[in-house]
């Protein structure tokens, strides 16, 4: 099984804004209940190129109509690039992300907690990963 968690870069620290995170660590989930085991497979680019801003804005708020071709085609291409996985943690995500991750068969995981680190967000995240 592989999780998903939006990063901002190779320390693994956790971006709250999936659809405009800079980077993805792909981590694959061995075990069961209290057995469960992560091991970081890789990190791979957001390859969305609308971002005209710097990745650092985790409350950046689009101004797209979320209705708007284009702009559902870039989430459509972070769909492609995580459609192996099982599950994507987020803090935040707008209705375009949550759609085309559905629609990839990847399920949406809301993390509300303080760790900033993606090994930590997923120990606490563990018993809702089946």
């Known amino acids: ?33 209290m057995f469960k085991s992560f091991k970081l497979n890789e990190i791979r680019k957001n390859p ?10 985790e409350e950046h708020q689009c101004g797209h109509d979320h209705d708007d071709a284009e702009h559902i085609a870039q989430h459509d291409k972070m769909g492609l690039v995580l459609e192996d996985c099982n599950y994507i943690v987020v803090s935040r995500a707008c209705k375009n992300t949550v759609n085309t991750m559905k629609n990839y068969g990847v399920s949406v995981v809301k993390y509300s907690g303080d760790a900033q680190k993606s090994d930590a967000i997923l120990r606490e995240l563990s018993a809702k990963f089946a």
């Not at 901002?8 to 061995?30: C, I, Q, R």
């Not at 969305?48 to 804005?57: F, K, P, Q, S, W």
């Open 48 to 57: 969305r190129t609308d971002l005209d801003h710097e990745h650092d804005d």
């Open 1 to 33: 099984m592989k999780i998903a968690i939006p990063v901002k870069d190779e320390s693994l620290t956790f971006f709250g804004n999936a659809g405009h995170t800079p980077e993805f660590a792909v981590y694959e989930m061995n075990g069961t209940g």
